[in-house]
């Protein structure tokens, strides 16, 4: 499953040069992964029980306030024993590929703030989100990625 948002491209985005902000691509990107997280979890409620552990990006092409807005794309890559990695991508309208990103999202237990592992109805989802060719990973992998402390059917 992959989620896609338009977003459109705000005064404040911009900087001095007339660009976007880099520090703005992450909010763009945190506005993309919440719709991705209600669509595949469905319960809205739900989406407290999860904390962003880690985000890395890497800036392919300027977005200008002329682009007028950009779409965002979030799509699953893989699923741990306590934690999902997304895929996310920022667009131009002309197609263009602005930012690359990829993002490691934690289950947390509300009473004691810690990763917890996934619910057996969580990984149905998930597993369910997954493009065909991806796997499920296991508590090994998981390790690693762990750190403590507009709906379309293509994959990206």
Sequence with gaps: MTYEKRIEIRW????ALRH????????YLEEC???WLQQALGDHAAMWDYVLARV?????????????????RASLARVGRSSMTLREEIRRLDGTLAAEAESVIVARDP?????????????????????????VGDAADDAASR????RSQAAT
């Excluded at 976007?20 to 909010?27: E, Q």
């Excluded at 200008?64 to 965002?72: K, P, Q, T, Y």
């Excluded at 750190?147 to 507009?150: A, Q």
Aim: proline share 3%.
């Design 33 to 35: 992964r919440d719709g």
């Design 147 to 150: 750190g403590e402390g507009r």
């Design 12 to 15: 404040r985005d911009v900087d």
């Design 111 to 135: 009473q004691t703030g810690r990763s917890r592992p996934l619910t057996a109805a969580e990984r149905e989802r998930l597993t369910a989100a997954l493009p065909q060719e991806q796997d």
């Design 56 to 72: 890395a990006i890497d800036f392919r092409r300027e977005v200008g306030l002329d682009e007028e807005a950009v779409f965002v």
């Design 20 to 27: 976007v902000n880099n520090a703005v691509y992450a909010t």
